[in-house]
Antibody, heavy 120, light 110 residues
């Protein structure tokens, strides 16, 4: 069974940093593009970042480019999101998601989410 | 402001059918297929439709998707109370080089 489990969320002050982790099981990260998607309180879904399993391609939402970094550790079958210079509008539940078998991106498995709250 | 436009809400009685539209442009839906996601209150989203019309295993055939030019549609037939949720369309946008979600449509079963 495929599982994704996020960790590392919490309360951080504006301008601070946080690192989210997503541990995968039941499949190998080496074979799948992976994504981070967030959802602000009461709002819709928003794409944050994605990466190719070999790390040669990474793409970001414009408003996080230069502040957030997506990475993985294939040996640990884990995905990460390093978040710096955090702002209030980064407050959200952050989900990791696996790209499925379709021709285009489609998220066939999601984690339970990690809440990040940016506030003083 | 999303590049994909969905109606904020739709509603129908149990057993009826609802249709959710997702309107985009040549840089997203016009050039790529659409996925649809269901998000029940307090839970993570679930993939309902991928590659415009395909269903993952375990998704009932009451859910169907289609695409025409720069628009896509999700139909839910035989509506059930358990279908009350938020529904999102999504696809890659070639100009933004980013994945785009619609703002979501809340389905209410009357």
């Amino acid at each position: 069974e495929v599982q994704l489990v996020e960790s590392g969320g919490g309360l951080v002050q504006p301008g601070g940093s946080l690192r989210l982790s997503c541990a995968g099981s039941g499949f190998s990260l080496s074979r799948y593009w992976m994504y981070w998607v967030r959802q602000a309180p009461g709002e819709g879904l928003q794409y944050v970042a994605t990466m190719k399993p070999d790390g040669t391609e990474k793409y970001y939402l414009g408003s996080v480019r230069g502040r957030f970094t997506i990475s993985n550790d294939i040996a640990k079958n884990s995905l990460y999101l390093e978040m710096n210079s955090l702002r209030g509008d980064d407050t959200a539940v952050y989900y990791c998601a696996r790209d499925g078998v379709g021709v285009g991106p489609d998220f066939d498995n999601w984690g339970q989410g990690a809440l990040v709250t940016v506030s003083s | 402001q999303s590049v994909l436009t969905q109606p904020p809400s739709v509603s129908a009685a149990p057993g009826q059918k609802v249709t959710i539209s997702c309107s985009g442009s040549s840089s997203n839906i016009g050039d790529n297929c659409v996925s649809w996601y269901q998000q029940l209150p307090g839970t993570a989203p679930r993939l309902l439709i991928y590659d415009c019309y395909k269903r993952p295993s375990g998704i009932p055939d009451r859910f169907s998707g289609s695409k025409s030019d720069t628009s896509a549609t999700l139909d839910i037939s035989g509506l059930q109370t358990g279908d009350e949720a938020d529904y999102y369309c999504g696809t890659w946008d070639n100009v933004l080089s980013a994945y785009a979600f619609g703002a979501g449509t809340k389905v209410t079963v009357l």
